[in-house]
């Protein structure tokens, strides 16, 4: 059992490296204030709480602890047997000689009292099953590893997309409020021009509705932040508290990773070589193989060895019940060969059944790396796609800003209408909500790609 404790020892450092690793492929700056959750904190938070983790660790260890029956089927079999019995009796009749039916008169009345213990021990000298048996369950240790660790990365993965839209929402809901603060200036000036009649009652109409709509649309932004951060919380496995604006502050990433040295063919590679989910149905496949030779194996004969030590004694009418140490002892083995030639076709449908479930372990195996290729292959196309529309939106937002300054400026000197400013600002507010939904969309992609190809992109670029 040390060679798996130390493979689980390994397993647990890869986790806590992939844990790192998931957290610094995107950099995060620090925080330290109090209601402060960084990526890397939530990351720690949901591989120790996330209850999918715990399921899994479960599954795991019951499987480690499934290898002990296994093994220990190579090793004899002990039992340890003791009895104290004692029987009253009265026999009224009995069968004479010439076979007829007699009366006692009187009835004879006895007790009848006996003690005995035993130690049989059992060894199987032929059965192929065992073997099997281990194989399977060395498969199936292997398979319960590799899903938990799959979980733990469907956790980081999850983690991730709560985050990034959390953080999200909290972009698209600081863009209300500069909105909301704008549309106030809008309409004070409005009003102002209104006043000196530079400016009509249609204008001034159209700034309070916008004035009101900006109200609404922080409204419907601080409910969308809350949402999110519920949603981080389930994530994280903790408990679902106050996710109201400013209770809870995430930070952002400094940087967004570039998806152009991204290579397809090589994440491919790497996602059909280390993909946990991939490696477990492997170990299934394995499993499969070893059940149905141990179906096939019934068809064989079995040989076991046994010896038993005894002791037993024939007590009188009046000798205590209670005797632990019977006097006559006996010893015996036994070479006991069996072979079942006819069970009523029991042997066959199991076969047939660990046949099924080899051929269904190879077809999933197969569908599932076909579907995990050209999941690689969009995401990665996805990527490359995003990365040019963030470079093209990130430019329109400059030039809506420096479009609205001008606007808003032409506006004051009453060189343009209301309505053209109106326009300036829901351009601006359009392309830098697009621009928030792109890059948390590109990080959200991004921690989907990750977990496909477990582990590194660095490792499928060129």
């Not at 003791?82 to 076979?99: A, E, H, I, R």
């Not at 199936?140 to 733990?152: C, G």
Request: glycine share 6%; aromatic share 6%; with cysteine.
């Amino acid at each position: 059992m040390s060679r798996r404790g130390s493979r689980h020892g390994r397993r647990r450092r890869s986790v806590s490296f992939l844990c790192v690793l998931a957290a610094g492929a995107i950099a995060v700056p620090s925080a330290r204030a109090q209601g402060v959750t960084t990526l890397e904190e939530a990351l720690r938070t949901a591989l120790t709480l996330n209850p999918n983790i715990e399921s899994s660790a479960a599954a795991a260890a019951a499987a480690t602890s499934s290898r002990w029956a296994d093994w220990g089927a190579f090793l004899p079999t002990i039992d340890a047997r003791g009895s104290l019995s004692q029987t009253d009796f009265t026999n009224v009749t009995f069968v004479d000689p010439t076979g007829v039916a007699q009366t006692l008169d009187p009835p004879i009345t006895s007790i009848r009292k006996s003690s005995s213990a035993s130690l049989t021990f059992g060894l199987a000298l032929l059965n192929p099953e065992r073997i099997a048996n281990v194989q399977a369950g060395d498969a199936r240790e292997n398979a319960a590893d590799f899903r938990l660790t799959a979980a733990e990365r469907a956790v980081i993965r999850d983690v991730k997309w709560s985050y990034f839209e959390a953080l999200k929402q909290k972009q698209l809901l600081d863009v209300s409020e500069r909105q909301l603060t704008a549309r106030r200036q809008d309409f004070e000036v409005t009003e102002r021009r209104y006043r000196i009649a530079a400016s009509s009652r249609s204008d001034l109409l159209g700034a309070e509705m916008d004035l009101s709509d900006a109200e609404l649309r922080v409204l419907d932004s601080e409910d969308g932040l809350s949402r999110a951060l519920r949603q981080l919380q389930v994530t994280l496995g903790v408990p679902v508290t106050n996710t109201d604006a400013g209770s809870v502050e995430l930070v952002d990433v400094d940087r967004v990773p570039d998806a152009e040295p991204l290579n397809a063919d090589a994440l491919v590679t790497s996602a059909l070589a280390l993909n946990p989910n991939l490696l477990a149905l492997r170990q299934d496949q394995k499993a499969a193989s070893a059940d149905l030779w141990s179906a096939k194996s019934s068809y064989l004969p079995r040989i076991d060895l046994g010896y038993t030590l005894g002791r037993s004694k024939e007590l009188g009418r009046d000798e205590s019940l209670l005797d632990f140490s019977p006097a006559n002892t006996s010893g015996g083995f036994v070479i006991q060969g069996s072979w079942s030639l006819f069970s009523g076709f029991t042997r066959k449908r199991q076969t047939a059944q660990a046949d099924r479930q080899k051929r269904q372990a190879v077809a999933q195996l197969t569908a599932d790396q076909l579907q995990l290729e050209k999941d690689v292959r969009d995401l990665v196309k996805e990527l490359k796609r995003r990365s040019q529309r963030l470079t093209i939106i990130q430019r329109n937002v400059s030039l809506a800003g420096e479009r609205l300054s001008l606007a808003r400026e032409q506006y004051r000197l009453g060189s343009i209408p209301y309505f053209n400013l109106q326009q300036a600002i829901d351009r601006l507010t359009l392309t830098e909500q697009a621009l928030f939904q792109e890059r948390y969309d590109y990080l959200i992609g991004w921690a989907s790609l990750e977990e496909k190809v477990g582990g590194d992109l660095g490792q499928g670029a060129s």
